[in-house]
């Protein structure tokens, strides 16, 4: 799990987590249990899309500096990263 | 007060991480003169946003949050950062990257979290009101600690453009206060619909129906959890009694599924860190640390720059949502969320409001529950179903235990925050 969330676990990290999902997981476990016969319902509050025509869009370029400024590595107006291939 | 005058008032509370040498009005509106502390997960431009995170340390934010932009139109002085649970997750501000925030009642106990800097701030005087944001009961139940009114407004009553996200169909902007009245003056200046979050509701979303006649439900099973303290329900049958003086009708109801609030919430909540986490990358911003391909500075970045909390939970939201889980998991989480919702549309024909404890005890001692997530989680008992809803609550100090506040929630059907401000108000003597 943590290979797929790409988070580097310390020593023995691993195993302590794997005792409190037991835990954690035997708790929330009892949702299953109840709603189990239950079909799906559909209520008139569940949170819904809410789509907009693709327009307006705001002056080309007047983000780009501030949001760039913020990349641990740039090269001209590029992010930086690693070889991927 | 001075920047200097509140940093050393701070000192032995830590409810800030920044103290702004810059704070100013921006302009005359129904706040000016109010001094107003932000959690740290919004943003305000040119000022820093860690979240309460190693891996935020240096970012700056490039625009304001529709929230912050709102309070400065509003004539609002924004002295301050303050402290929170690293991303919003924890209880206590004890998973901070940058200390605790200690509790202005008793310096040896939490503030409660995650926004506990915000409530602290209040409590002590630091500033007039603050900000926090609300996912499991991240402002009422630091409130409630703290001897503050907090309040959670409706889902998508205020716009969260510019909130670091955790939870995105449970996270709510909301705010601390002394008052039930100030209360309402900051929430009709945040509420809106905003075209920069499409999550935002309208007045007309949840039409305002039914008459306030001053019916308040009691789920009294649920309110009889196992673990909660003798002092708690002392002071909610007091609080009772107070409402029953005031000319409110008590009504004991009956909640089946609201006890199964927070095991739902603790399947979707991580479920939804797990995906809302995954842009903390070290590549476009934030913290980086370098592994030896470009995959393993994912894995050096996230593992060193996350505290363990965060990874936790988005490692069990990982779980939830992997394959041949999702729907054991996941499915059956949202099936409850809804199952809940139906059961509270129902119960609010009849009740305006429904009453219970903010939360199961006082302020713990700092340490006490850090070791058992598990314990910890259980203190989320009567404020996750506001979330799960998405139904406006509010938590009013309602005494004391020895020198520890205690804390009253009341719950509201979806839009009617109105009724929540006119029981406060009666309730605080306003």
């Known amino acids: 799990m943590a290979k797929l969330a790409r988070i580097e676990l310390g020593d023995g990290e691993a195993e302590s987590l794997s005792h409190e999902f037991d835990a954690i997981l035997n708790y929330v476990g009892e949702v299953r249990d109840v709603t189990n016969d239950q079909q799906p319902t559909t209520n008139d509050y569940i949170v819904k899309n809410v789509l907009r025509e693709d327009t307006n869009p705001h002056e080309s370029s007047i983000y780009t500096e501030k949001i760039l400024k913020q990349a641990p590595a740039r090269e001209g107006n590029y992010i930086k990263v690693k070889k991927i291939l | 007060m001075t920047p200097q005058d509140l940093r050393s008032k701070d000192k032995d509370i830590h409810a800030f991480l920044e103290v702004f040498d810059d704070a100013k009005s921006y302009g005359q509106g129904p706040l000016s003169g109010k001094t107003i502390a932000i959690k740290d997960n919004m943003l305000m431009e040119g000022k820093r946003a860690t979240a309460g995170s190693k891996i935020?340390?240096?970012?700056?934010?490039?625009?304001?949050?529709?929230?912050?932009?709102?309070?400065?139109?509003?004539?609002?002085?924004?002295?301050?950062?303050?402290?929170?649970?690293?991303?919003?997750?924890?209880?206590s501000t004890e998973n901070s990257a940058y200390g605790v925030t200690r509790n202005p009642h008793d310096r040896e106990r939490v503030?409660?979290?995650?926004?506990?800097?915000?409530?602290?701030?209040?409590?002590?005087?630091?500033?007039?009101?603050?900000?926090?944001?609300?996912?499991?009961?991240?402002?009422?139940?630091?409130?409630?600690?703290?001897?503050?009114?907090?309040?959670?407004?409706?889902?998508?009553?205020?716009s969260r453009y510019g909130l670091i996200a955790m939870a995105s169909s449970l996270d709510q902007i909301g705010s601390f206060t002394k008052t039930v009245t100030g209360a309402e003056l900051i929430y009709n200046v945040l509420k809106g619909q905003d075209p920069m979050d499409s999550t935002t509701i309208t007045e007309n979303t949840y039409p305002m129906k039914k008459k306030f006649s001053k019916i308040i439900g009691i789920p009294r099973e649920f309110v009889e959890s196992e673990g909660v303290s003798a002092s708690v329900k002392k002071?909610?049958?007091?609080?009772?009694?107070?409402?029953?003086?005031?000319?409110?009708?008590?009504?004991?109801?009956?909640?089946?599924?609201?006890?199964?609030?927070?095991?739902?919430?603790?399947?979707?909540?991580p479920a939804e860190v797990s995906s809302n986490l995954a842009r903390f990358d070290g590549v476009k911003y934030g913290m980086h640390k370098d592994g030896k391909d470009s995959i393993d500075d994912f894995f050096q970045t996230r593992g060193s720059g996350f505290g363990k909390e965060v990874r936790r939970r988005i490692i069990l939201g990982t779980y939830v949502l992997s394959s041949g889980y999702h729907d054991e998991y996941y499915g059956s989480a949202v099936k409850m969320k809804n199952l809940i919702t139906e059961e509270l549309k129902e119960v609010f024909k009849e009740v305006d409001l429904i009453l219970t404890p903010t939360t199961p005890s006082p302020a713990w001692k700092m340490g006490e529950k850090s070791k058992d997530p598990l314990e910890m989680y259980l203190g989320d008992i009567f404020t996750v179903h506001a979330n799960i809803s998405g139904c406006p609550a509010v938590s009013?100090?309602?005494?004391?235990?020895?020198?520890?506040?205690?804390?009253?929630?009341?719950?509201?059907?979806?839009?009617?925050?109105?009724?929540?401000?006119?029981?406060?108000?009666?309730?605080l003597g306003e």
């Open chain 2, 111 to 158: 503030a409660g979290g995650s926004s506990g800097g915000s409530a602290a701030a209040v409590a002590s005087g630091l500033c007039d009101m603050a900000l926090g944001s609300d996912t499991g009961g991240s402002i009422r139940q630091p409130a409630s600690f703290c001897g503050v009114v907090g309040l959670k407004p409706t889902y998508g009553r205020v």
């Open chain 2, 235 to 269: 002071n909610f049958e007091g609080s009772v009694e107070k409402f029953k003086s005031l000319g409110y009708e008590i009504k004991d109801i009956e909640l089946s599924h609201i006890k199964y609030s927070l095991a739902a919430y603790y399947i979707i909540m």
């Open chain 2, 396 to 427: 009013l100090p309602s005494g004391l235990d020895g020198a520890l506040p205690l804390g009253i929630e009341l719950t509201a059907w979806l839009g009617r925050e109105d009724n929540l401000f006119a029981a406060g108000k009666e309730f």
């Open chain 2, 56 to 91: 935020l340390e240096s970012f700056i934010s490039p625009y304001d949050s529709t929230a912050i932009k709102k309070l400065k139109e509003a004539g609002a002085i924004i002295v301050g950062r303050t402290n929170m649970d690293e991303f919003a997750m924890g209880s």
